[in-house]
């Protein structure tokens, strides 16, 4: 290690622009890859459901025959119809329909919710309204309490809120059947609506990518359906799933034409979470920052390859002296590695406290996951393996070129 760092400082003048690119590559890589960490931390999260083959089936109205008042007047029927007629389909395990937020969109609805020791306070949260069949479809499993009771005409109603919620709300563990009521309803007159606490669901977040949010899921008044359209949700058999939506829309479309509705489209959540994905940046994002790493990773191999095939060149002398004085090729091979890691690991120390200093800025993207020790150490060392396999790469053949240098030749150019 002594005669490697000699080495290395005899010739610093030659090694002064590759420790300066191997430090500036470090600090821009890691922070490219913290910034791709942003995201797919966020994105391993789960979601709190499962949207796994399930189909989004979107039911619209025809605006000429909505004109019509008797079509009209029997909207309802016509939905609750066309809603056994989904669920009756072959290959369908369950059907549901609902309103308020809905995964990979920019619909979304919210609400404030306040209890009566606390009515100071309002807690904003993402609402859904939805048939009892929700949380077979999406398969939401309660952290505590049961599905019983769950009916619209109750009062006060039944609520499934996230354990995020119940902490805000009631400062701790909430108790089942616990009450709260619609801040905004009470407060400018209209009727108060009261919740009864009916479980707790895990943390929820719209997409997979974005932060969790307090959510409360809120039976689905049936006389909703007189007047708007919800949107219908099926789990399909995974067996099934392969063509599902070409199937369904050939069979389909006729027997769901009833009054103004018609059967428009079938996409399934994942293909909705593609589009949405790209429609929101973040596709493109992802791309570009792996795009970044690995230019950032090939301007490294270059350097640390054009270094060391002409030192290696230039050196000659000296590696046909030690391989004549009893040096192994392996030996001499194993030399240059050293000394690529060794200027890696001292370029690195620099490029560490530069890190730490924009992590200090707060200069990270942490739009989706907050800033912490284990997220810098991981990036970090994702970046010293990456920095270090084409370290290795760039050496591999001026290594295999030194190796196989004739000790007479080199001395006698010598």
């Known amino acids: 290690m002594k005669m490697i760092l000699k080495q290395l400082w005899n010739q610093r003048r030659a090694n002064a622009w590759l420790f300066m690119e191997l430090m500036i590559v470090f600090v821009l890589l890691w922070f490219t890859l913290d910034v791709a960490w942003n995201y797919l ?45 989904i669920g009756e389909y072959p290959g369908v395990e369950s059907v549901c329909y609902y309103a308020g937020s809905k995964p990979y969109t920019d619909n979304s609805m919210f609400q404030g919710y306040s209890v009566e020791e606390d009515t100071a306070k309002v807690y904003a949260a993402k609402i859904r309204y939805i048939s009892s069949s929700y949380l077979d479809v999406f398969q939401v499993k309660l ?72 959510f409360i899921y809120v039976p689905l008044d049936t006389h909703i359906l007189e007047y708007a359209v919800p949107y219908f949700a099926i789990r399909v058999r995974s067996d099934l799933v392969s063509g599902f939506p070409d199937r369904f829309m050939r069979e389909m479309k006729s027997r769901l034409n009833m009054g103004s509705f018609y059967l428009s489209e079938v996409h399934s959540y994942d293909e909705m979470k593609q589009v949405y994905d790209v429609e929101q940046g973040t596709t493109v994002y992802l791309r570009l920052a792996f795009s970044v790493a690995v230019f950032f990773v090939f301007i490294v191999f270059l350097g640390v390859m054009g270094t060391f095939w002409f030192r290696t060149r230039q ?3 000296e590696i046909g002296l030690r391989i004549a004085v009893g040096s192994s090729r392996f030996g001499v091979m194993w030399l240059l590695f050293n000394e690529g890691l060794i200027l ?17 800025a707060d200069l990270t993207i942490n739009t989706l996951t907050d800033f912490s020790a284990g997220r810098f150490l991981i990036t970090v060392l994702a970046t010293y393996l990456l920095m270090l396999l084409m370290l290795f790469a760039g ?3 001026p290594a295999y070129q030194a190796m196989h240098i004739s000790p007479a030749e080199a001395l006698r150019e010598e």
């Open 143 to 214: 952290l505590e309490g049961s599905r019983t009771g769950w009916d619209e005409q109750q009062h006060p109603s039944a609520a499934f809120i996230t354990a995020s919620l119940s902490d805000s709300l009631f400062h701790g563990k909430a108790p089942l059947g616990a009450r709260f009521y619609d801040y905004y309803a009470r407060k400018y007159g209209s009727e108060e609506t009261t919740y009864r606490l009916s479980g707790i669901l895990p943390l929820t977040k719209l997409d997979d990518y974005a932060r969790y949010e307090d």
């Open 344 to 360: 890696l690991l001292l370029a690195s120390i620099p490029a560490l406290l530069i890190a730490g200093n924009i992590v200090y």
């Open 41 to 85: 931390r966020a994105g391993s999260y789960p979601k709190g459901y499962d949207t796994e083959n399930v189909f989004d089936v979107r039911i619209e109205r025809n605006p000429i025959l909505e004109k019509d008042p008797a079509v009209r007047s029997h909207s309802k029927e016509y939905l609750l119809e066309i809603y056994r007629r």
């Open 315 to 317: 050196r000659r002398g």
């Open 395 to 397: 050496c591999c053949y």
